[in-house]
């Protein structure tokens, strides 16, 4: 083969599997909220003792990371979309204790919708951004793997300590990180450094998974209505 066509013809191939592996993620992705809500639901009307505690959180850490590490070890198996699947049903059950806190608010309905769309919206500008953007963000990554970690352990810290001040600045700079997450993941397809769709869409799916918990928490904080 001519070299100029082969290099043509290598360029297309590649992007055409970029291409495939980020249609197989937003599917995935998409389908991955099905067992959220249906988690969720299941928490609310069973009303399950899923509590924000100490050892509710440890226990929570323990059994999330087990699934992300079954995840990633099966994720090149028929098995990785159902155990990815199964853990964003458990991910909707822990959504229980935030719901039906915000719910307990005359306008808890209109928050949780307006969190939805916020995170859609927010999703929507990041993912268009990384595609459609010539930049290289990968450079971003050092820096928000450390303020995930910064935000985790002042989350942690604020269970003992309870101060809304702090769940407040916690709330904020978890929003921002991981919504700059989803441009850095999404990104990461686009320019080949994620090959496989089931990791593609754990990673976003978390990122979506703390952007709506974090709006959700602020919009509370700021517009919850008792009366």
Do not use: C
């Not at 290598?10 to 291409?19: G, L, Y």
């Not at 099905?34 to 639901?41: C, E, K, L, R, S």
């Not at 992300?68 to 458990?90: D, H, Q």
């Not at 990104?187 to 496989?196: C, P, Q, W, Y």
Request: hydrophobic content about 60%.
């Amino acid at each position: 083969m001519i070299p100029s066509l082969q290099k043509t013809y290598d360029v297309s191939a590649i992007q055409a599997t970029r291409h495939r592996v980020l249609r197989n993620t937003y599917w995935l992705l998409a389908l991955s909220m099905i067992p959220t809500v249906f988690g969720a639901y299941i928490g609310l009307q069973m009303a399950l003792p899923i509590f924000a505690s100490g050892m509710g959180v440890i226990l929570f850490l323990a059994i999330a990371f087990g699934f992300i590490f079954a995840i990633e070890k099966t994720k090149n198996s028929a098995a990785g979309v159902p155990i990815l699947l199964a853990f964003t049903f458990f991910m909707g059950l822990w959504l229980t204790p935030l719901l039906r806190f915000t719910l307990g608010f005359s306008n808890g309905g209109t928050l949780i919708m307006t969190a939805f769309a916020g995170t859609a919206a927010v999703f929507a500008t990041m993912a268009t951004i990384a595609t459609v953007s010539k930049r290289d963000f990968s450079g971003m990554g050092s820096w928000l793997f450390a303020g995930a970690i910064v935000v985790i352990l002042a989350g942690l810290a604020n269970i003992f300590l309870h101060l809304p001040a702090l769940m407040l600045v916690v709330s904020v700079l978890a929003m921002v990180i991981f919504s700059a997450f989803i441009l850095f993941d999404v990104n990461r397809i686009v320019n080949g450094g994620e090959t496989n769709y089931i990791s593609a869409t754990l990673a976003i799916y978390l990122d979506i998974y703390n952007v709506f918990t974090s709006m959700l928490q602020l919009l509370g904080i700021g517009f919850g209505n008792r009366d």
